[in-house]
């Protein structure tokens, strides 16, 4: 019996080693099943490092160290879900091509590893005698929205108040000038109004070239949580996927939006449909604006954007007062070369309607990269530390003061954007650069440019996670740098919230945080004493929250990182209660709202408590459509598993298996049948700068006329236009002229 | 600016950079942050999920007759993917392994519309993974109706990938086995939703329960998606809803995407092989009980051998494929239903008589020569002289019906083989010009074989001649009708829609072209110039020169054949849920 057992065992095995790998643990913690093998012996929540939404996850550890992940169930942002980038957080981790040494470009041309000690005297040697022979604006840094508030702190003191380079930006140029700019001159501070609750409390969402479903899943995710049954208007050229999951699509022409919006205020005016009593009490500038839109005739404006002036009525109609509006815009308004005026004129319209500073309402901004906010508040390259101007004697003072320096050292002007940074390399004024957590020789519009520049330069360190970037492969040093993951610091979401990373995977060889990166550069160039009481990111932060004492992103409330982690990510403002001696010292001044918007009591960051409107006429698109190149080229995000430049993402197979494995050109059909191109075939698509390949996805997402490629291919921005908007000299990214044909080989 | 006062400070640089590298291997999280998070989830095993997806489970458990199914709301769904990635990480999958998947259909002439598509194992009720398996590795679970598969008890001959229409089951080549989806059994039995449920973000997928009854009836409901695959081969389970109305132009997003499929090498060498020895077999055999053959025992002793060997090499190739040959004999349990294992049965027969065979020409044709010189074989301490036992077994071993078994078995492992690839959802496959193509492998080969052993054992005999003539006049022959055979895809480049036909077609024409070509050279030049310029020159029978031109023609109607059967495998578009 026994033995028949064995053998029809044997014959027929039910159960054995490998079915025991994929068994289910009961859950601890209450994750639920988990599998066996990667049970944690404990867990804890940190903010991802990608995008700008500020997803919650939990981390599953195992003796300390992360085995999983799952999104945290309790975390305000996401409530336990997230996108394909999140959930493989910890894959791009363990790739095979981590930093793991500096590496210095030797004789040979060839980068080799040195140690530490060598290449921080390399960093600090060539970077002052560049300074010295060159002057102190031959030198400049390049810095990133990825890592936490903390390091670019550090790194802004380091750079502006230790080393002495007048120059200094950051990738964020890229992302967020526009909704800076524009925040800052319509509402006096750069305040993102709203919390994600908005989402779920409008009757009315308008997005503007916004694509949630692909880009920010996860606010999307809060959109559909909406149970009022909401209109959801989708502004775009392209039928994207967000627009096909709208309830209306206003397919307008490119860069006509501005030309739209004004259109849409005309409308507004004109009927009545708008708020005077909110437009008396809150704002300034309305009536120079009334007399700006009145050329903007409805069926001029219906011309123009080809959507008509019927359609132009039934969207101003869906934004009279009585519902709740909010209205939401990100890439496509902002990577424009009228970015800043088109984000005023979205403002605008909220400002008019009153659809300011109630639930489900606001002129919001979403975000890009993870800690773009951080970097807008406290990166030391456009403004000072806590939102503050250069040019502003008074916000020097109060800097200096805080940090214990001379005011004499800062600056009191901004230094150079981006774009006048690789101008001023390629015309032989900056010889040195220094590009932290950054890929240019991808990302930078008309990216030959930037290619061009690199090779001028007399010494470029790049500082970042991997040594292979399309821009470390450039570099004449490259440091070694610990991911998200692998240190901590704080990082600020697009509706304000400060959340956390936290240290629970191994950095690499001798990868370090950027902060220590930082301190280290401060030591060897002898100026360590301007972080005497920032021995760790934590107290780094207990600096930072001092700079933000009285400005509107007040902080002060917030004592420590254990007290962010417990509240599941604070926004700002919190300020400390305002008696410093009485009973309720180091402790808020009010009870923590779990999402808060701001503005709620109408008053504005301008001195006069009121919002500004902002305008000027619609400019011309910089790189028309010619009759030589007669396409319009729109990038943007191909899909919800790609991050940027795919530094991280391209490391996780399974992500991999979630986008095209080749560069996409999306054609229209009618388009697509004149030239011969079938879906699938190679083509060539040709701008004034360069080219690139890619197969064709004939579709009619796009218009006739139009193409679209996803950014995350390193040949898309051979293609793109350098074009800028004025204000926020935020690149151009969504629209250049190019022409495509087949591919003869 | 500070002062930069270097040489004061760099004495100690070195010390903070040691400091600091220590500092950074410390991982800090659990020290620095515990308590906060475990105390907080302390609150029982509930699962902090559960209010999340309670609303996607159905309220009750299955009453006979009904069953789990995946339902996929599609206006919920945007493709952000989310439920591919959670069910890699909840599961443990390996690296790149995925379960989920998610593609996109589209219409692309008119109004614009695109829908993004989740795609799991659809549970189905005539679930062919399990039909085919030939070690019964899958079961449809009797209370939930889950399609499960035995990790252990696969052998990882991935025949369920060619029979799934859904390209379900997965292989995982660090393990050997196939594995797939099981709807999170484990989740749902302590009343968990599976990976994919808990993780997608608009609530886009649901677990509901069916009736086995109505999705028999109805089953053109089910994973009813322009570009899915028919309904009708398995009935699967999943039901995707819409509002909308999806124009008559929708297809996959991947409908035009050519790209060659797996070529699976074993399994070409082996067909082939197989089909080589089943004709040489039949063919041998055929000659010899004719009398077409002489019976000259070393003649009949080498043939045999040469026989078994090639079928034991094509057996042993076989087990080549396999992710865990140890196991193979496991193969017979599914003989009731899997065509791959009747093969697997066919061949270990077929190989066996080969074998009896061989060895019994060997002992007759030896005994014989010893008796010839009047010192009988010493065989196991016996003499084993014409008249002895052995001898009778040696007999016995060769005797006419184990040759007329032999032969029929050649023909039962042929038209196994065919029958293997008839059996799939595979349009390229699934069509009786298999069975056309397998068994004119089998002819060709076969005839070439026996024609080349002829010329090149030397043997004589007053029929051999026109034996020879006429297997040289068969071959142009053979050759015609089965490249008559592999033309008839050709024919579906005109098909309007596309196809995995016109998408064979298509691939041969394109990136399959040279093979393609080569393949008809070969074919052409053994199969037809070479025997034309045989019987041009006069059939000599036996000599250097036939000897050196039936081995070409061997040579190259065998290369010709493994080309065929590389083609027919990379050139085989499977059924598929839209992707892209």
Redesign the interface.
């Known amino acids: 019996m026994d033995l028949k057992d064995r053998f029809a065992g044997f014959?027929?095995?039910?159960?054995?080693?490998?079915?025991h790998?994929?068994?289910?643990s009961?859950?601890?913690?209450?994750?639920?099943?988990?599998?066996e093998?990667?049970q944690p012996d404990?867990?804890?929540?940190?903010v991802c490092g990608f995008c700008s939404t500020g997803c919650g996850l939990?981390?599953h550890?195992k003796d300390?160290?992360a085995v999983?992940?799952?999104?945290d169930?309790?975390y305000p942002v996401?409530?336990?879900?997230?996108?394909?980038k999140g959930?493989?957080a910890l894959t791009p981790l363990k790739a095979d091509d981590r930093a793991a040494l500096p590496l210095l470009r030797g004789p040979d041309g060839a980068l080799a590893p040195v140690d530490?000690?060598q290449a921080?005297r390399v960093f600090?040697d060539k970077f002052?005698s560049v300074l010295a022979f060159h002057g102190k604006e031959a030198a400049a840094f390049l810095s990133t929205g990825q890592i936490p508030t903390e390091e670019m702190f550090a790194l802004g003191l380091l750079a502006k108040?230790?080393?002495?380079l007048v120059h200094g930006d950051a990738n964020t140029r890229q992302c967020m000038a526009t909704s800076h700019v524009a925040y800052k001159q319509s509402f006096g501070f750069d305040a993102p109004p709203f919390s994600y609750k908005d989402f779920e409390e409008s009757d009315v969402i308008v997005f503007f070239g916004a694509n949630p479903?692909?880009a920010h899943?996860?606010m999307?995710?809060r959109v559909?949580m909406n149970k009022r049954n909401p209109e959801i208007i989708v502004v775009d050229p392209r039928?994207t996927?967000?627009a096909?999951?709208a309830t209306r699509h206003y397919p307008l022409q490119p860069k006509s939006d501005l030309t739209l919006l004004y259109g849409l205020a005309h409308i507004l005016i004109r009927e009545g449909w708008i708020d005077r009593d909110y437009l008396e009490a809150h704002t300034t500038g309305f009536e120079e604006f009334r007399e700006h839109v009145k050329t903007f005739d409805p069926a001029a404006v219906g011309r123009i954007t080809g959507l008509g002036e019927a359609r132009m009525m039934e969207f101003a109609e869906s934004l009279r007062p009585g519902k709740r509006v909010s209205l939401w815009w990100t890439m496509g308004v902002n990577q424009s070369h009228e970015g800043v005026r088109t984000a005023q004129a979205i403002i605008n319209l909220a400002l008019m309607t009153g659809n300011m500073g109630k639930p489900g309402t606001g002129a919001n901004s979403i975000t890009g990269q993870v800690n773009a906010m951080g970097s807008r508040l406290f990166s030391n390259t456009t403004g000072l530390p806590g939102g503050r101007e250069f040019k502003d004697p008074k916000h020097r003072e109060e800097v200096a003061g805080i940090l214990g320096?001379d005011a004499g050292?800062i600056q009191d002007k901004p230094g150079l954007a981006y774009d006048q940074i690789i101008e001023g390399v390629n015309a032989g004024r900056i010889k040195a650069l220094w590009v932290i957590a950054t890929n240019p020789a991808h990302s930078w519009v008309d990216q030959e440019d930037f290619r061009r520049a690199a090779a001028k330069l007399e010494f470029l360190v790049v500082q970042d996670m991997y040594h292979d970037t399309d821009t470390a492969k450039l570099a004449h040093l490259v440091l070694p740098s610990?991911a998200w993951g692998?240190?901590?610091g704080v990082v600020i979401n697009s509706e304000r919230r400060m959340g956390l990373f936290?240290?629970?995977?191994?950095?690499p060889g001798?990868?370090?945080?950027d902060f220590?990166i930082f301190?280290?550069i401060a030591?060897?160039?002898?100026?360590?004493?301007?972080f005497k009481d920032m021995d760790t990111p934590e107290q780094a932060f207990r600096m930072m929250a001092r700079l933000s004492a009285g400005r509107p992103c007040d902080f002060t409330g917030i004592t420590d990182?254990?007290m962010i982690?417990?509240e599941g990510g604070i926004q700002w403002p919190l300020p400390a209660s305002p008696d410093p001696e009485g009973p309720g010292a180091g402790t808020p001044a009010r009870p923590i709202v779990r999402e808060r918007r701001l503005f709620e009591d109408g008053r504005y960051y301008h001195p006069d408590g009121k919002a500004k409107f902002k305008f000027s006429p619609p400019q011309p698109i910089p790189e028309p459509v010619t009759s030589e190149f007669p396409f319009a080229l729109l990038t943007g995000r191909g899909?919800?598993?790609q991050w940027h430049t795919n530094t991280r993402t391209g490391k996780s197979?399974?992500?991999?298996?979630?986008y095209?494995a080749d560069s996409l050109v999306e054609i229209h059909?009618e388009d697509a049948s004149r030239l011969k191109i079938?879906?699938?075939d190679w083509v060539l698509v040709r701008s004034r700068r360069g080219q690139a390949r890619a197969r064709a996805?004939?579709?009619?997402?796009v218009q006739p006329g139009q193409l679209f490629m996803p950014m995350h291919d390193v040949e898309v921005n051979r293609l793109t236009f350098p074009s800028f908007d004025p204000h926020s000299r935020q690149p151009s990214y969504k629209h250049c002229a190019v022409r495509v044909e087949k591919d003869p080989s | 600016m500070i002062k930069p006062s270097l040489s004061k400070f760099l004495g100690d640089g070195p010390a903070l950079i040691g400091a600091y590298l220590e500092e950074q291997q410390n991982l800090t999280a659990v020290e620095r942050f515990s308590g906060l998070h475990d105390d907080m989830h302390a609150l029982g095993a509930k699962p902090r999920l559960e209010s999340h997806y309670r609303d996607l489970l159905p309220l009750e458990k299955p009453r006979p007759g009904q069953q789990y199914a995946f339902e996929v709301d599609l206006d919920r769904c945007t493709g952000c993917k989310a439920c591919v990635t959670a069910c890699h990480n909840l599961n443990g999958l390996d690296e790149d392994e995925t379960w989920r998947s998610v593609g996109l259909i589209h219409n692309v002439i008119g109004k614009p519309l695109q829908q993004t598509v989740t795609t799991a194992c659809q549970h189905c009720l005539e679930p062919a993974c399990s039909h085919g398996c030939p070690v019964k590795a899958y079961e449809k679970d009797p209370v939930t109706g889950i399609v499960r598969h035995l990790d252990d008890q696969c052998i990882g001959c991935e025949y369920c990938i060619l029979k799934c229409p859904y390209d379900v089951p997965q292989y995982h080549k660090g393990k050997g086995i196939v594995r797939k989806c099981d709807m999170c059994i484990g989740r749902l039995e302590s009343g968990e939703a599976p990976a994919c449920v808990q993780a997608c973000p608009t609530k886009a997928i649901r677990i509901s329960l069916v009736d086995q009854a109505e999705v028999r009836a109805n089953f053109a409901d089910y994973a009813a998606l322009p570009g899915a695959p028919d309904p009708a081969y398995t009935k699967p389970t999943t039901r995707y809803r819409t509002a909308r109305k999806f124009p008559a132009g929708m297809e996959a997003a991947d409908a035009y995407r050519l790209k060659k499929e797996k070529a699976h090498f074993p399994l070409v060498f082996m067909l082939t092989l197989s089909q080589m020895a089943a004709g040489f077999f039949i063919a041998l055999e055929a000659g010899s009980l004719s009398g077409l053959l002489p019976a000259e025992p070393f003649f009949q002793a080498w043939a045999h051998a040469l026989g078994a060997l090639l079928m034991s090499v094509a057996i042993a190739v076989s087990i080549t494929h396999l992710g865990r040959p140890l196991y193979a004999f496991r193969a017979v349990l599914g003989f009731r239903r899997s065509w791959l294992s009747r093969e697997i049965v066919a061949f270990g027969l077929l190989g066996g008589l080969a074998m009896a065979a061989a060895a019994g020409t060997a002992l007759t044709a030896l005994i014989a020569s010893r008796a010839a010189t009047g010192v009988p074989l010493p065989l196991f301490g016996l003499e084993a002289g014409p008249s002895s036992w052995i001898a009778d077994l040696g007999r016995y071993a060769s005797a006419g019906w184990v040759r007329i078994a032999l032969a029929v078995s050649a023909a039962l492992a042929v038209h196994c083989s065919a029958m293997v690839y008839r059996d799939t959802p595979r349009a390229l496959w699934a069509t009786r010009l298999t069975s056309g193509k397998f068994f004119l492998t089998a002819a060709l080969t076969g005839a070439a074989g026996l024609l080349a052993l002829i010329s090149c054992s030397g043997i004589t005999g007053e029929s051999i001649p026109h034996l020879a003539l006429g297997l040289t006049m068969a071959l142009p022959l053979a050759l015609i009708a089965k490249l008559a055979c592999e033309a008839r895809i050709h024919r579906h480049l005109d098909d309007q829609e596309a196809n995995p036909l016109k998408k064979a077609a298509l691939l041969l024409r394109g990136e399959l072209r040279s093979t393609h070509a080569w393949r008809f050279n070969a074919g052409l030049a053994g199969g037809f110039l070479l025997p034309i310029l045989w019987l041009y020159r006069g059939f000599a029978g036996t000599g250097p020169a036939d000897a050196l031109l039936s081995v070409s023609v061997l040579a190259l109607l065998l290369a010709g054949e493994c080309l065929e059967r590389y083609l027919f495998f990379s050139a085989c578009v499977p059924p598929r849920m839209p992707g892209a």
């Open positions: 014959m027929r095995q039910r159960t054995g080693k490998l079915t790998e994929m068994v289910l009961p859950g601890r913690f209450g994750l639920g099943k988990t599998p093998r990667l404990s867990t804890t929540s940190m939990k981390i550890l300390g160290k999983n992940l799952t999104p169930p309790e996401n409530l336990g879900m997230a996108c394909p959930w493989e530490w000690d921080l600090t002052k108040f230790g080393m002495g479903c692909i899943p996860i999307w995710e559909m039928q996927e967000t096909l999951a320096i050292i610990a692998e240190k901590e936290k240290k629970v995977h191994p950095a001798q990868a370090l945080a220590y301190k280290l030591k060897y160039w002898g100026c360590e004493s301007l990182y254990r982690d417990r899909s919800s598993a197979a399974v992500l991999r298996k979630l095209p059909p079938a879906s699938g996805s004939v579709a009619s997402t």
